[in-house]
C-alpha cells in the first residue's frame, strides 16, 4: 500500500460514522485520479470500505443512492 493511499484510509474500521467513511472514500478516489490505477492491497481496502460504508447506511436507515 502506498504512502499517500495508506495515510487516507489508516484507521477507516475504527471508525463508526457515515460521513466520515465517505469522506475517506472520496479522498481516496481524488488520490487515486492522481496517482493511477489502486495495486490489488489498496483495490481491496476500498471494496471492503465501500461494503462498510452500505452496510453503515442501511442501519441509519439512509437511502445511499440519493447521494
Excluded: C, H, Y
Excluded at 12 to 23: E, H, P, R, V, Y
Excluded at 36 to 58: K, N
Aim: net charge negative; hydrophobic share 40%; charged share 30%.
Amino acid at each position: 500500500m502506498r504512502a499517500g493511499f495508506e495515510e487516507i484510509v489508516s484507521g477507516w474500521a475504527l471508525i463508526s460514522g457515515l460521513d466520515d467513511i465517505t469522506n475517506r472514500i472520496e479522498r481516496a478516489a481524488a488520490w487515486t485520479k492522481e496517482n493511477g490505477p489502486l495495486l490489488p492491497d489498496e483495490q481491496a481496502t476500498i471494496e471492503l470500505m465501500i461494503q462498510s460504508q452500505i452496510a453503515r447506511g442501511f442501519d441509519l436507515g439512509e437511502d445511499l443512492d440519493d447521494g
